[in-house]
């Protein structure tokens, strides 16, 4: 468990989202009962002593992933996919082009298909474009080498889980606002202008917390590293490092996470 919170995929990725969902909550309460603040310190003791930190690193990636299908689905495609695609790609054609001769020479059997035979069989070339991003991840697992493809896939991770913690989150902050509204209520007798001022600035914690998690965490919020994730990736094709690299097995020190 502690490896897994000193890695620096897992601690962005995957805890950071997770802990996020319960920021709003956590604040609230502190700032409404500040007596509370030294009991949940203990229970955060607690809950780290218990596992509690891992389940929510769980959680964060696997409502993450169960959410990145269907962004693929709305996309068209895994973004490294559709940009090794003729019709779809960000690149221009020098640098499609390319990408594409490099990889088919690195990788035994493959061959993209010539512009007709893609738009004819676009299933098939999304196939063959897969084939080749999966050589490409695990030749560039290495995380000095290719920093910046790590980088762009921690950032990715920690954004599509984002988005998959984004229902509890919004249900968090709903029912802290209301808590809220309902304690300073029930203290104050329904006078409003006896509430307190930590009463107001708890209910604008959870306003915040509802519009940041409500405008800003979107698929838009995903899209944009995704595609900085695959720019990345496929960028690799020119470095130096991977001229000699041998794709790693899976277990290795030097693996990175990949969000696809």
């Not at 218990?50 to 299908?69: A, D, I, T």
């Not at 559709?82 to 082009?97: E, F, H, P, W």
């Not at 809220?180 to 930590?198: D, E, I, P």
Request: with cysteine.
């Amino acid at each position: 468990m502690i490896e897994s919170f000193l890695d620096p995929y897992d601690r962005k990725a995957r805890l950071y989202p997770a802990l996020l969902v319960m920021l709003v909550p956590a604040v609230a309460t502190t700032l409404v009962a500040p007596v509370f603040s030294s009991q949940l310190t203990g229970l955060a003791s607690l809950a780290i002593a218990f596992g509690g930190l891992m389940l929510l690193s769980s959680l964060g990636r696997e409502w993450g992933k169960r959410k990145e299908p269907q962004l693929f689905e709305s996309w068209g495609g895994t973004p490294t996919t559709l940009m090794l695609s003729r019709a779809k790609s960000q690149l221009d054609q020098l640098t499609l082009d390319r990408y594409r001769k490099f990889l088919e020479g690195k990788v035994q059997g493959l061959q993209f298909p010539d512009a007709a035979s893609e738009a004819s069989d676009p299933t098939n070339t999304a196939v063959i474009c897969a084939s080749a991003v999966k050589w490409l991840r695990e030749a560039t697992r290495d995380t000095k080498k290719f920093g910046l493809v790590f980088a762009e896939n921690t950032n990715y991770g920690f954004r599509r889980n984002l988005l998959g913690v984004k229902p509890l989150a919004v249900a968090l902050c709903v029912l802290t606002l209301s808590a809220t509204a309902l304690h300073a209520w029930l203290s104050n007798a329904g006078n409003l202008t006896a509430v307190t001022l930590q009463s107001w600035s708890s209910a604008m914690v959870a306003c915040i917390g509802l519009v940041i998690w409500g405008a800003i965490v979107n698929e838009e919020f995903v899209k944009t590293t995704a595609y900085a994730y695959a720019t990345a990736l496929l960028g690799s094709c020119d470095s130096p490092h991977i001229a000699t690299e041998k794709p790693k097995a899976r277990n290795s020190v030097t693996n990175t996470k990949s969000p696809e």
